[in-house]
């Protein structure tokens, strides 16, 4: 029995992750600061510590008296379209507190340390997205990603720091937090309806993703420890089949049964249009992951959320750069803010 750390564990993916090792028969620790999450979400055979990555005091507390034989990393705050906006936040979270585990796993002998990251890395113009290009990211959130990646692989060099690195794109699934309205469109939109709003879409709505079930990703992510083939490795995990952005409000409206509820373009926003990645690595290392389609996930999504209701979050309080702010958000913190 591994005793494994899953931070971000009460959040959308990391809870998945701690149920699919409680399952494989791990004594789990999640750590998470709630500022995303739920404790409802984690599953109760595992134990939920509040605290921050940032923390390292805490990180190296937390160490020192569970004695972890793995550390899965799933926390992050990933709005990447916000993360231009939010430079120190968003380094900070992803980046400082990702060391803070890093040098804690070092310290304390983890056997492996398994990495979150994601298809932001790759930037734009580079498709299918392989694990052998060069990673070129655009935004804030993928160069901290990246920036991880690359610690990751030094700290394996130099200290022998077994790790593997998953980049996931654009998962939903139940447990996601449709309350978040800066990631996580499938969310967004079921909540809007769920709200009596209109759809939010930022531009023509023909940027394309390939959606991830999030049921289809975690087993990998579990296995990954006890995967020889895996360690020292990247690997893209995901959906292959690609969708508009407006297929997918209509895919969401008829799931929820208002096919024809309006939606609202705003003007586009700085983003990579079109982003999907190839699997084949991932499936010569795992075997065949399960593949879910997207009408199928989304209504398991959408009957799941009707049973918790919607969500309601506060626009982020802390925008350090306003200039180029999309005008949606920008008036959703002065709405906020009030007179």
């Given at each position: 029995?591994?005793?494994?750390?899953?931070t971000?564990?009460?959040g959308?993916?990391?809870?998945?992750?701690?149920?699919?090792?409680?399952?494989?028969?791990?004594?789990?620790?999640?750590?998470?600061?709630?500022?995303?999450?739920?404790?409802d979400?984690?599953?109760?055979?595992?134990?939920?510590?509040?605290?921050?990555?940032?923390?390292?005091?805490?990180?190296?507390?937390?160490?020192?008296?569970?004695?972890?034989?793995?550390?899965?990393?799933?926390?992050?705050?990933?709005a990447?379209?916000?993360?231009?906006f939010?430079?120190?936040?968003?380094?900070?979270?992803?980046?400082?507190?990702?060391?803070?585990?890093?040098?804690?796993?070092?310290?304390?002998?983890?056997?492996?340390?398994?990495?979150?990251?994601?298809?932001?890395v790759?930037?734009?113009?580079?498709?299918?997205?392989?694990?052998?290009?060069?990673?070129?990211?655009?935004?804030?959130?993928?160069?901290?990603?990246?920036?991880?990646?690359?610690?990751?692989?030094?700290?394996?060099?130099?200290?022998?720091?077994?790790?593997?690195?998953?980049?996931?794109?654009?998962?939903?699934?139940?447990l996601?937090?449709?309350?978040?309205?800066?990631?996580?469109?499938?969310?967004?939109?079921?909540?809007?309806?769920?709200?009596?709003?209109?759809?939010?879409?930022?531009g023509?709505?023909?940027?394309?993703?390939?959606?991830?079930?999030?049921?289809?990703?975690?087993?990998?992510?579990?296995?990954?420890?006890?995967?020889?083939?895996?360690?020292?490795?990247?690997?893209?995990?995901?959906?292959?089949?690609?969708?508009?952005?407006?297929?997918?409000?209509?895919?969401?409206?008829?799931?929820?049964?208002?096919?024809?509820?309006?939606?609202?373009?705003?003007?586009?926003?700085?983003?990579?249009?079109?982003?999907?990645?190839?699997?084949?690595?991932?499936?010569?290392?795992?075997?065949?992951?399960?593949?879910?389609?997207?009408?199928?996930?989304?209504?398991?999504?959408?009957?799941?959320?009707?049973?918790?209701?919607?969500?309601?979050?506060?626009?982020?309080?802390?925008?350090?750069?306003?200039?180029?702010?999309?005008?949606?958000?920008?008036?959703?913190?002065?709405?906020?803010?009030?007179?």
């Open positions: 029995m591994a005793r494994s750390l899953v971000g564990g009460a959308f993916i990391g809870a998945h992750v701690v149920t699919a090792l409680c399952d494989r028969g791990h004594e789990v620790v999640a750590l998470d600061d709630l500022s995303g999450g739920f404790p979400n984690v599953d109760e055979r595992a134990r939920l510590v509040e605290g921050s990555i940032v923390d390292h005091g805490l990180v190296d507390d937390l160490f020192a008296r569970e004695g972890f034989e793995r550390v899965f990393h799933c926390a992050a705050y990933a990447e379209g916000l993360s231009h939010i430079k120190r936040f968003n380094y900070t979270n992803n980046v400082i507190g990702s060391v803070n585990l890093i040098n804690a796993s070092v310290n304390h002998d983890v056997d492996c340390f398994v990495f979150t990251s994601s298809i932001a790759y930037g734009a113009g580079q498709l299918p997205m392989t694990e052998s290009l060069k990673p070129e990211p655009e935004d804030s959130y993928g160069i901290a990603k990246y920036a991880v990646e690359q610690e990751l692989a030094a700290s394996r060099e130099m200290f022998g720091l077994d790790y593997v690195t998953f980049r996931p794109h654009n998962v939903y699934g139940e996601q937090n449709i309350g978040d309205r800066y990631r996580n469109v499938i969310g967004i939109f079921i909540n809007q309806i769920m709200q009596g709003e209109p759809l939010s879409i930022f023509d709505g023909e940027q394309t993703r390939a959606f991830s079930y999030v049921g289809d990703i975690v087993p990998a992510i579990a296995a990954a420890p006890e995967t020889p083939a895996a360690r020292g490795e990247t690997f893209n995990v995901g959906a292959d089949v690609p969708y508009s952005i407006n297929q997918l409000a209509q895919a969401v409206k008829e799931a929820m049964g208002v096919a024809e509820h309006p939606a609202v373009h705003h003007e586009a926003r700085s983003e990579v249009v079109h982003a999907f990645s190839d699997h084949t690595k991932a499936r010569e290392a795992f075997g065949e992951a399960g593949v879910t389609s997207l009408e199928e996930g989304v209504a398991r999504m959408v009957e799941w959320a009707r049973r918790h209701g919607p969500r309601a979050t506060a626009p982020f309080a802390g925008i350090e750069i306003e200039r180029g702010l999309p005008a949606a958000w920008r008036q959703e913190t002065a709405a906020e803010a009030g007179p």
